[in-house]
């Protein structure tokens, strides 16, 4: 069965430093996804991304927060400049439409802890 | 946005044991998914549901999409079945609810 891949899996940063999150969507899905889960709390929605372009963000996705799919194929979330409340879960995903498998697939998620 | 509501928060059973989870929802919606969410934190699809009934193993689920609910039902239950379960709504932008903790005791 088709994977959304993220990386790392784990990832350690200073304050103020930036990171790059990297993900590879499920290669014939059109819409792509970041997802975060503070510890202990409800998943929230970040951004969403179609045509190369981002299709909605919320509120949380403010200008410390980018997406890329520089190659056709990876789908990355930049945080310029992490602060501690960055600390959280993750997740990746991307959408098919095709009916006979319209559903979100989820990555396994990067857990970004801010020291 | 849509709201989601899941009851109970918190479910403890004996292994063995049968259970029923609730997922309410505050609007008509073209995806409803059900995910377990496994002690390394992974989110596992269970179930594409927006309507209908659905079964796969022990774990089966209905959505009644014209009363916005659907139910995650889980039998015999195992220790492994423990963990944080996620209803999930929308289109193209999913809204979760706050999860039910399952503790499953041998």
């Known amino acids: 069965e088709p994977e959304v891949t993220q990386t790392p899996s784990h990832q350690v940063t200073q304050m103020g430093q930036e990171v790059i999150l990297r993900c590879v969507p499920i290669s014939n899905h059109l819409y792509f996804y970041w997802y975060r889960q503070i510890l202990g709390q409800k998943v929230e929605f970040l951004v969403s991304?179609?045509?190369?372009?981002?299709?909605?963000k919320s509120e949380i996705f403010d200008d410390q927060f980018s997406v890329e799919r520089p190659d056709g194929s990876n789908f990355t979330l930049k945080i310029r400049s992490t602060k501690l409340e960055d600390s959280a879960m993750y997740f990746c995903?991307?959408?098919?439409?095709?009916?006979?498998?319209?559903?979100?697939?989820f990555g396994s998620g990067t857990r970004l802890t801010v020291v | 946005g849509i709201q989601v509501e899941q009851s109970p928060p918190d479910l403890i059973l004996q292994e063995g044991a049968n259970s029923t989870l609730r997922c309410n929802f505050s609007d008509s919606v073209n995806n409803l998914q059900w995910f377990h969410q496994n002690p390394w934190g992974q989110l596992i699809n269970l179930f594409y549901i927006p309507s209908g009934t659905k079964q796969n193993g022990r774990l089966s689920a209905t959505t009644v999409a014209t009363e916005r609910y659907s139910l995650l039902y889980i039998s015999s239950s195992q220790t492994t079945d423990s963990g944080v379960y996620f209803c999930?709504?929308?289109?193209?932008?999913?809204?979760f609810g706050a999860g039910t903790t399952v503790t499953v005791r041998a």
């Open positions: 995903a991307s959408l098919t439409t095709e009916k006979a498998n319209y559903g979100y697939t």
């Open positions: 991304f179609y045509n190369n372009e981002i299709s909605e």
């Open positions: 999930a709504v929308g289109g193209y932008k999913l809204s």
